[in-house]
């Protein structure tokens, strides 16, 4: 196959509404030779925040010498985003050839496996090939039932910040969620957690004694922001004063304190991680699509942005950092969000929306969520190509204001093209 054969191979078996289980994840694996089963990982459910705190104990892992993969979902641009090794994408050839390999074990079986349960085992192929020290690895959904959770005991089972997210699959409550999330501690294991309510906790609390796990919560009383602007924040935790994070918002310096619980639990089983290692790795670390400048001039920034907490955090950034300005919103949606609870809490914040069409099945006609912004009170129009959109914000937004664009990760990538193009 050609790499581009490759990728149309994998999104031909996207599915929706597929049994949740492990047994065709397993079922794969053991046709490859349980890949898995020798690598190390450190494996990160929740619903926000998982992305970021990936990307960070992974920036740091490296910076410590260990050849460290870092698989994550979505992609924002390009597929090779979702599979990296010390900060660089899989290579196109190898798509092309570990999906060629794969693709007569994935067809000899009796039900097909689905496209995130597919990269799920050609990440683990991919990662043992080039011989990783350790696997940074993102659960997809939930935790219990993901495809990611046939993996033996990590190193450490990290859960991030949680809230009410695909409820139809994983419960209508946040004990409920935590609790399916929970479902990557594994036996005699080390977990990190953020803070959540103490029921929340509680659940933590239950799982990790029942399985004879070691638990430690994310060391939020210590955490003391001392600087911001556009271009970073400084943050002290603990001991370790004077940090750096490239990624902007209150919220990532809570994700920092979860990776530094992390890492010192890293420390504590042998792995060798220094804190000049900490501190670059901090410093250094990329995350694209999360409150991302992607042009200064005009200010234009994306945020993937698309549940009730992501736009909490929005709301906080878009008062810390745009204050002064035109904000202009460009945005789009999924369908099966509750897009009305989603826009209400920045409507005060925002000049106008402008309404775009993302690039999904789920997606909700631009011209709909723009009637939609109007009954409720705000400025809105909409546009059938994303170019025009584009377009229409930043004539709108001016010299000295900015386009925000959040609502869906699947708009993300257009975006920054016809960005790139203007």
């Not at 790795?281 to 009730?308: A, M």
């Not at 950092?321 to 904000?327: D, E, I, K, Q, S």
Request: charged share 25%.
């Amino acid at each position: 196959m050609t790499r581009d054969q490759a990728e149309a191979y994998i999104h031909s078996k996207f599915r929706k509404g597929s049994t949740p289980g492990l047994y065709r994840t397993q079922a794969l694996l053991a046709k490859m030779g349980n890949p898995e089963r020798k690598l190390k990982f450190i494996h990160i459910a929740g619903t926000n925040g998982k992305g970021s705190t990936a990307s960070m104990t992974a920036s740091i892992l490296t910076k410590a010498g260990y050849r460290t993969g870092l698989f994550t979902s979505p992609f924002i641009y390009r597929f090779n985003e979702r599979l990296q090794i010390d900060g660089e994408q899989i290579a196109d050839a190898d798509v092309a050839e570990l999906i060629t390999w794969l693709h007569p074990k994935v067809e000899a079986m009796e039900e097909q496996v689905t496209e995130f349960e597919l990269v799920t085992c050609m990440a683990f192929e991919y990662f043992l090939r080039q011989n990783c020290d350790i696997v940074v690895l993102e659960v997809g959904m939930g935790g219990l039932k993901d495809a990611t959770n046939v993996i033996p005991t990590p190193e450490v089972a990290v859960i991030t910040n949680i809230g009410l997210d695909h409820t139809d699959a994983l419960g209508d409550t946040v004990e409920k969620i935590a609790a399916n999330k929970a479902g990557i501690f594994k036996e005699n294991g080390h977990a990190v957690v953020y803070r959540g309510t103490p029921a929340v906790e509680a659940v933590y609390e239950k799982v990790c004694a029942e399985r004879n796990i070691q638990l430690n919560k994310a060391d939020f009383d210590t955490l003391r922001p001392i600087s911001h602007d556009l271009f970073g924040q400084t943050f002290s935790c603990g001991s370790r004063e004077n940090l750096e994070l490239p990624l902007l918002g209150d919220h990532q310096l809570h994700n920092a304190s979860v990776v530094l619980s992390i890492v010192d639990t890293l420390i504590e089983k042998g792995w060798n991680i220094t804190e000049q290692n900490i501190r670059d790795g901090l410093r250094d670390v990329t995350w694209p699509g999360r409150f991302d400048i992607v042009s200064r001039k005009p200010l234009f920034i994306i945020d993937g942005g698309h549940n009730p907490q992501c736009i909490d955090a929005l709301v906080t950034n878009i008062r810390d950092y745009l204050t002064g300005r035109r904000v202009i919103a460009l945005v789009g949606v999924l369908a099966d969000k509750d897009y009305g609870e989603m826009f209400r809490p920045v409507m005060e914040l925002v000049d106008s929306f402008v309404c775009i069409t993302p690039d999904s099945p789920r997606k909700l006609e631009a011209k709909e969520l723009a009637a939609h912004l109007r009954s409720a009170g705000a400025k809105a129009e909409g546009f059938d190509r994303v170019e025009d959109g584009v377009k229409a914000a930043l004539s709108l937004a001016g010299e000295d204001g900015a386009v925000l664009c959040f609502g869906s990760l699947y708009s993300i990538g257009d975006i920054h093209k016809a960005v790139e193009r203007i």
